[in-house]
């Protein structure tokens, strides 16, 4: 087993630990800080799946993860006034119910991504990122301009949507649905990188070219790998708009791209738990600096840069030097 391994192991056991360690010392917000935790890592375990194995610069992801606040909205609301957000070809109220919600927010991601991708991979470097980040902006300015879902002021969810045999309303019930589903999209995301699939969108990563010689279309891999990106960063977006209860277009904001590219940055581009350790520290940072200064993301952008420039595999690959990923 290698060190890599044994250290995610080790990661997933300490952020389980962490609310269970809050729940037992009363102390309710602590689980709150861990469930976030979670969810950024969720999202930014779809945006790996493109930018850490395909090597997509994708400055567009807040799109997918706005969708999927909305859809936790806007069901959430319907659902709550009884009415009908369908009438054709049957009719449909909305929806309470996470399962439910995650499904819309699923679909309505892998939709926006076929479209996005679709156009934005016929390009490559710069012009992809500006053609993500452009996409991303047009959702962000439709959604300011939504007044009958809040506009600019955001859409509130009333009462956290329920899941079947738990509590939701209790904060170590929600966490534990943010952590399953975070353990799920990393053994998703292990088994797509050991799989052919996964070893043809890094081999087109490193050069398309001798790719296609072997018959095997870059184009159709990569598009197949952001929708499934985009559907994972979907889930997120619904489970962050019910942490919160509250969903607004600054989740779709070109901030909200850049800050799950920190995190893979921070935690290592193309590690299993990159994503997992990149949000921990995140949100440990807002956390602790935040409290100290409004300009917490100046020592962010610090800590961010000697990353870059004396740890390139990321917080990991500086733990566990340059093996091979676990």
């Known amino acids: 087993m290698s060190r890599e391994t044994l250290l995610n192991a080790g990661l997933a056991l300490l952020l389980l630990v962490l609310p269970l360690a809050a729940t037992a010392l009363g102390e309710p917000f602590y689980v709150s800080l861990a469930t976030r935790m979670a969810i950024l890592a969720l999202a930014g375990v779809g945006l790996n799946l493109a930018l850490g194995f395909g090597g997509l610069i994708s400055f567009g992801h807040a ?3 706005g969708i ?8 959430a609301g319907h659902a709550l006034n009884a009415e009908p957000l369908l009438s054709w070809p049957f009719e449909f109220s909305g929806s309470d119910q996470m399962h439910v919600v995650w499904l819309v927010a699923a679909l309505a991601s892998a ?6 991708g679709a156009i934005s991979l016929r390009t490559s470097g710069v012009y992809f990122i500006m053609i993500t980040l452009a996409f991303a902006q047009m959702f962000y300015y439709f959604a300011i301009s939504w007044p009958a879902y809040g506009g600019e002021d955001g859409l509130s969810i009333a009462i956290r949507n329920g899941f079947p045999g738990l509590n939701t ?7 534990l649905i943010c952590y399953v589903l975070l353990m799920l999209a990393l053994v998703l995301s292990w088994r797509i990188r050991d799989s ?17 010689a072997l018959g095997i279309e870059p184009f159709r891999t990569r598009l197949a790998a952001f929708i499934l990106s985009g559907m994972i960063t979907g889930v997120a977006g619904a489970l962050y708009a019910d942490l919160n209860r509250f969903v607004s277009p600054s989740m779709i904001s070109w901030q909200m791209s850049g800050e799950l ?20 520290l995140f949100v440990l940072l807002e956390f602790l600096l935040g409290g100290l200064t409004e300009r917490w993301q100046l020592f962010l952008g610090v800590i961010l840069l000697g990353v ?8 990991i690959g500086l733990l566990v030097g340059r093996a091979r990923h676990g």
Request: net charge positive; hydrophobic share 65%; charged share 10%.
């Open 63 to 65: 799109a997918f993860f």
């Open 68 to 75: 999927g606040g909305y859809a936790a909205g806007i069901l």
């Open 111 to 116: 939709l926006a991504a076929l479209l996005i």
């Open 169 to 175: 309303a209790l904060p170590m019930d929600f966490f």
């Open 196 to 212: 052919r699939f996964g070893a043809a969108l890094q081999a087109a990563r490193q050069n398309d070219v001798r790719v296609a």
């Open 261 to 280: 590219i920190v995190l893979i940055i921070l935690g290592g581009a193309g590690r299993l738990f990159g994503p997992v350790v990149g949000a921990m």
């Open 308 to 315: 870059v420039l004396f740890a390139r595999g990321g917080v």
